[in-house]
């Protein structure tokens, strides 16, 4: 099947309110243009290089997310343009994205990861570290960075149930965070899970933002 024939099928049994963020890391542009005709905007890039190839050379009205790992010293070089970074797991790096965003003049918007998988190989916070980063000084200062929500990624298993639990404790966490970090906050709207494998579930289980690769564009050559 076509790249446009694998959207518009993810598109026809994904609920209105889940966005689709369609993973084109590795992939060329040329793929990227076949998605964006049928009228896919949102694009998910892991390699800060890769982004800062791609982002120039596509048009202007697409919004980039950052889904990987970001490193600190390289935020500059997204910082005037990045729509949403999913992946922020330390306060270090919310500083460091904050500082990046004030000198473009701008709000980024980031969503905090949870370690949720059982391998232990996925970054990620876990609640209390979440809770006193919310809490701190230094978070509350920050006034060019904006949490949007929460990511996260399910074990690589075949086990549904285990999926399903692991989702549940995402949903979970964003609905502690929702009633007692960002209650009258109603931009904190974001609960992003579900890959190519387990999206299903991760609806299921109340995601509202999938990240989806290799369903659209094929399998890749190279796994981050
Ligand atoms: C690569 C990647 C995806 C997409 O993976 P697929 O299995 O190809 O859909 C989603 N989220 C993150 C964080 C990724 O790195």
Known sequence: MSIAENIKEIKSTVPAHVELVAVSKTKPNSDIL????CGQRIFGENKVQELQLKQP????DIQWH???HLQSNKIK??????SLIHGV??????????KEAKKNNR?????LQFHIASEDTKFGLNIDEA??????????????????GVMGMATYTDDKDQIHREFRQLKETFDYLKQNHFESDNQFNIISMGMSGDYPLAIDEGSTMIRVGSRIFGSRNYQK
């Open 34 to 37: 076949e998605a964006y005709n």
């Open 57 to 60: 050379a596509l048009p202007d």
């Open 66 to 68: 950052f889904i990987g």
């Open 77 to 82: 070089y997204i910082a005037s343009f990045i």
């Open 89 to 98: 797991d330390k306060i270090k790096l919310l500083q460091s994205i904050n």
């Open 107 to 111: 709000i980024i918007d980031c969503l």
């Open 131 to 148: 809770k006193a980063m919310l809490q701190s000084d230094v978070f509350k200062e920050m006034h060019h960075i904006k949490i949007r």
